[in-house]
Nanobody, 114 residues
Framework: QVQLVESGGGLVQAGGSLRLSCAAS????????MGWYRQAPGKERELVAT???????NYVDSVKGRFAISRDNAKNTVYLQMNRLKPEDTAVYYC????????WGQGTQVTVSS
């Protein structure tokens, strides 16, 4: 059974940095694309960044140049390095992968104070 466990969220001042981690199990991690999504209060969940099995990355425009997604296949872990954080980045961040269906982690809260 696929399990995704996020960590690394917290409270940070605007301009600061955080690194989120997502540890995966129950899957052949290196074969799957991985993604980070976020959901702010009262808003739809949105895709933030993806990384393919080959390491190709994509980002939503609002985080380009500030966030970086990476993966360590030896550790079955995907990361999201978030720099120059803004109050509008405040959200619950979720790790995701897709096979026969979507799999989600439990989420980790990121709060950016102004």
């Amino acid at each position: 059974q696929v399990q995704l466990v996020e960590s690394g969220g917290g409270l940070v001042q605007a301009g600061g940095s955080l690194r989120l981690s997502c540890a995966a199990s129950g899957m052949i991690f290196r074969l799957f694309s991985m993604g980070w999504y976020r959901q702010a209060p009262g808003k739809e969940r949105e895709l933030v960044a993806t990384i393919s099995s080959g390491g190709s990355t994509n980002y939503v425009d609002s985080v380009k140049g500030r966030f970086a997604i990476s993966r360590d296949n030896a550790k079955n872990t995907v990361y999201l390095q978030m720099n120059r954080l803004k109050p509008e980045d405040t959200a619950v961040y979720y790790c995701n992968t897709k096979s026969v269906r979507d799999y989600w982690g439990q989420g980790t809260q990121v709060t950016v104070s102004s």
